[in-house]
């Protein structure tokens, strides 16, 4: 089958006519108005040779004249992956033997260096992709363009975005026209303004069939013809939308959780029924309830209740400010200034979240961690040591449904670690954050944050640095080390085939880390120690002893101490009273500020265990033990009970992978779909410069690399590392990096925090940062001014 009428194509043909004819047919099945034309099908490509007579007989029937000729490949113009403007289209087609050239042209174009590119960033295989070609009547359009059926800018699924130009659509396609951008919010005149020119409505009336067809957005490229009448050309899902809130009856807005932890990639589905829990569980220890929602694998919380209490209102800006960052502060002020959101009467009362007996406690706990912080530092040490043991599973487990029982109990019962751990961070938090406060008109947010670098007690630069001595022990297998790709080290070291580097006693210790470590379903070091190997070699490239992190690291301790004693002896003459208890705090933190990491340390341990039995569970029930992960523990349970879930596993892999591949994930969304930051005006950023947030203060000049994984990362010495996010997982490679830049977090978060206490500059939340900065551009990064400056 060679040739096929255009009608007879749909989307269960997509190997056979490729994503633009399948979405063509679709329409015509629909009863849309589209040009009639015919598909030159994926076998002939397979053959290698255009079916010539087959050909002309189908433009004959056509009538002849003049038709555009467009590519239909099998891997465009699908949910996640449109190849916009990758293949070639070829308009005004007339004569057979033009039409054959032209057919030539789009098979070219599979193979283009602009489809390759595309191809090569999505991991895809050219093997597996083919070509069909459309052909169809041309269109002679007044005026043209594209309707998308949500605002692609925005994410608001209630509004509908027009691109329109004179002439055929190509042209505002192909950027070639000026175009007018009109955004339609219903029928003329619906909204109670002057009734817009009839193919606004046509637009509009199209636009919500074709949606309600396809399920989903689409891109609709349409044209106008001289006699008015509406044609539609092309339609294909809107990729580029973050997924969609829950639906409600109100409006209600959601703010993204991940990024406290360092964490925008995707969680699996069993990592999103752990995590909600824990999260909920955290939110409610600062008296707030508030519902935790999975959005494209993300963890969102449901602020709306919240934004609408007059009483917690108070508090939010606060909150957002300290904890998720200055992104989601300024977001969290704009929905408040948002009538939609304005305070709902009888919602005055605070909840009962927090009750009296929690709030003594954490007074009493943070009083006594501050009168004694070594022995609360002792205290929270034996709890966390309390918890690796415990968190290890009865040797006695040996069926599946035992296994489910313990991982689904695990961690509930409460022995009094909590307290133990919770309130000297907690004391640590405060004695960190108050003083700034404290000594305003004094003293300045770098002259605290410069007391507050060399802290020790980490537990995550504990581990750093512990690597770093592991890489100077093995520099005698330096040319192995670094002439071996990280992943076949990982694969010879799990199979016992490496020299002893001192890696089994280090990962004895650290093992059950990782990046996005959080997420249950992600692999730990101990199970493929490839970013292990990655750092290693990075720490071995470094040959300059100044630059040892060991050596920077007590260096900036000792420099911390002396700023501590310069100033006190300045505020105490200034601020009596206010600068003897902020010097007070100030020493109280250098003690117990480093522990902040501790409580999730020790909470990994009991995620190793249940992801060790649940992998147990899932070699039970599929060739791919780790498929348990795209599980929910009650699927988990049912597929115990015989229930067949591997082609739910298969379809929830897949949008695991697409959404691995979303490089911008939003800070705060309605449940209407829009993103709420790209509502706010624009950042005044002059040429070169980015703006951020300081988080570390100083100021370092150098080349930079951008790293989305931190796995198989090449960092040089003294390079600046751009990225979206970091958790603890990635503060390995903050040893050698010479500053570090970020496009979201808050200044109390994990990478600011460890960049703070290794002395090296950071600006977070530089929107679009990993973007607008490419690999080996030299940048400045100002971490007082909060600045980056990319030379020019």
Known sequence: MSVIPLSEAHAGLVPLVGGKAAGLGELIRAGERVPEGFCVTTEAHR???????????????????????????????????????????????????????????????????????YREARGSDPADVHMAVVVQRMVTPVRAGVLYTANPVTGNRTEMLVEVGPGPGTTVVDGRTDVTRVVLTGPAGSDGRRPEPGWRDALWAAG???????????????????????????????????????QTDDLRVYVEFGNVQGMLRPVTPMGVSTLRRVIAAMVASLGMRVEIV???????????????????????????????????????????????????????????????????????????????????????????????????????????????????????????AADDITWPIVAGMLASALPAHLLKGVATEDDVHAVLR????????????????????????????????????????LRGALPEIGLS?????????????????????????????????????????????????AEAAAAAGAALDELAARVRRRRPVRGRIAVFLLRRARRLAGLRESGKFAGLYRLRTVREQLLLI????????????????????????????????????????????????????????????????????????????GAA?????????????????????????????????????????????????????????VAREYGIPAVISVPGATSRIVTGQVITVDGAAGTVTTAR
């Open 294 to 416: 999975d959005i494209g694998g993300r963890l969102y919380g449901d602020l709306t209740d919240l934004v609408r209490r007059p009483a917690s209102r108070r508090r939010l800006v606060r909150l957002m400010a300290v904890d998720f960052g200055p992104r989601a502060q300024a977001v969290m002020e704009h929905v408040l200034r948002d009538p939609r959101f304005a305070p709902s009467p009888g919602r005055s009362r605070r909840p009962a979240d927090a009750s009296l007996g929690t709030a003594l406690r954490a007074l009493r706990g943070i009083l006594r961690a501050l009168a004694r912080p070594d022995a609360a530092r002792h205290r929270l040490l034996a709890a966390v040591d309390r918890l690796r043991a415990e968190s290890t599973a009865s040797p006695h487990l040996r069926t599946a449904h035992e296994r489910l029982r313990f991982v689904r109990d695990h961690g509930d019962g409460d022995d009094g």
């Open 208 to 246: 919500r069939r074709i949606e309600a067809h396809f399920g989903t957005p689409q891109d609709v490229e349409w044209a106008l013809d001289h006699d008015g009448t509406l044609w539609l050309l092309q339609s294909r899902p809107v990729t580029t939308l973050f997924p969609l809130p829950p």
């Open 47 to 117: 053959a290698g040779v255009v079916p010539q007579d087959e050909v002309r007989a189908a433009y004959a029937r056509l009538g002849g004249g003049p038709v555009a000729v467009r590519s239909s490949a099998t891997d465009e113009d699908l949910p996640d992956a449109s190849f916009a403007g990758q293949y070639d289209t070829v308009l005004d087609v007339e004569g057979e033997a033009d039409l054959v050239a032209a057919i030539g042209t789009c098979w070219k174009s599979l193979h283009g260096s602009r489809a390759a590119a």
């Open 505 to 553: 006693t280090f990962l004895s210790r650290y093992g059950h880390r990782a990046a996005a470590e959080a997420d249950v379903g992600v692999p730990r070091w101990a199970e493929d120690p490839t970013p292990v190997f990655a750092v290693i070699a990075n720490y071995l490239r470094l040959t300059d002893p100044a630059q040892a992190p060991d050596r920077r690291f």
């Open 454 to 493: 060399g802290v020790p007690h980490n537990v995550t630069i504990e581990m750093d640095l512990a690597l770093w001595a592991l890489a100077c022990a093995a520099r005698e297998h330096r040319e192995l080390l670094l002439g071996t790709p990280p992943g076949e080290l990982s694969a010879r070291y």
């Open 697 to 753: 203060t100083g100021r370092v000049t150098g080349p930079a690399r951008v790293i989305t994984d931190p796995a198989t990362a090449h960092l040089e010495p003294g390079e600046i590392l751009v990225t979206a996010t970091t958790d603890p997982g990635w503060t390995p490679l903050f040893l050698t990096a010479g500053a570090l830049v970020t496009e979201t977090g808050a200044i109390m978060a994990h990478g600011p925090t």
């Open 618 to 693: 899932g070699a039970t029930l599929f060739p791919t033990a780790d498929d348990v992960m795209f599980l929910t523990l009650d699927e988990v349970e049912a597929a115990l009970d015989g229930a067949d879930l591997a082609g739910l596993v298969a379809r929830r892999r897949a949008t695991h992978r697409r959404e691995l591949r979303r490089r911008a994930v939003p800070v705060a969304l309605l449940s209407d779909g829009t993103d709420v930051e790209s509502t706010l005006p624009a950042p005044a950023d002059g040429a070169g410069l980015l703006r951020g947030v």
